[in-house]
């Protein structure tokens, strides 16, 4: 008589983006995810959709439904203007010192632990 689990999702063209699905904590025995997921998938290969997309990450419960992980391009115009050159340039130098301080703080965990 009540949800045990809901997604949040769109659908465009053939796929459907599976954007959040979240459970109630008091049914993590009854694997409302999978069932869930079973229902929805049902649903769209009901429905047509020839693709199912899990969007961003890598978490294992994607691999066990069949899901295979796909590249992703990321492209970023920069006008020609010097001061626009000056901003991307500074972007750039800040995404380096923020994974050069990840990796540098992950491996300082790893040596620790």
């Not at 995810?33 to 649903?43: A, D, E, H, R, T």
Request: glycine share 12%; aromatic share 16%.
């Amino acid at each position: 008589g009540r949800p045990m689990t809901a997604e949040y999702g769109f659908v465009g063209g053939d796929t459907v983006y599976c954007y959040l699905v979240g459970f109630e904590p008091e049914f993590a025995n009854e694997s409302p995810g999978w069932i869930g997921f079973g229902v929805s998938l049902n649903l769209a290969i009901e429905q047509g959709y020839r693709v199912y997309d899990f969007l961003r990450g890598d978490e294992p419960y994607k691999a066990s439904w069949g899901g295979t992980a796909h590249s992703l391009v990321h492209i970023r115009i920069v006008g020609n203007q010097t001061s626009a050159h000056v901003r991307y340039a500074i972007w750039c130098a800040c995404k380096e010192i923020k994974g050069w301080a990840r990796r540098f703080t992950s491996h300082r965990m790893r040596l620790w632990s």
